[in-house]
Nanobody
Framework: VQLQASGGGLVQPGGSLRLSCTAS????????IGWFRQAPGKEREGISC????????YYVDSVMGRFTVSRDNEKNTVYLQMKSLKFEDTAVYYC?????????????????WGQGTQVTVSS
């Protein structure tokens, strides 16, 4: 069972990136998925999630209206579309999976974590 976040990179302020969360060994559509990030010198924070039971999504205020989480069940992938990126979005981004029917942005709710992907917003 392996989870992997990818799609990070270097982008200018105001730019966009789409992160992907892929899995081997299990179906993401039977899991709630959370997106987390950890900036240098800061604690990891949950920023968004999508529930297994009803695909309901949740966003923290700092990314609301700029980030969108979605699923592509055929590709067994969950995406985090990020727009209007800001300097403060610079971080390593992680996805995590849980069998809980409703998602959460708290780390304790997840038992499978992927390798992170670096997002750097810089001019």
């Amino acid at each position: 069972v392996q989870l992997q976040a990818s799609g990070g990179g270097l982008v200018q302020p105001g730019g966009s990136l789409r992160l992907s969360c892929t899995a081997s060994g299990f179906n993401l559509n039977s899991h709630s998925i959370g997106w987390f990030r950890q900036a240098p010198g800061k604690e990891r924070e949950g920023i968004s999630c999508i529930s297994q039971s009803n695909d309901k999504t949740y966003y923290v205020d700092s990314v609301m209206g700029r980030f969108t989480v979605s699923r592509d069940n055929e590709k067994n992938t969950v995406y985090l579309q990020m727009k209007s990126l800001k300097f403060e979005d610079t971080a390593v981004y992680y996805c995590a999976a849980s069998t809980r029917p409703l998602c959460t942005i708290f780390s304790w709710g997840y038992d499978n974590w992927g390798q992170g992907t670096q997002v750097t917003v810089s001019s």
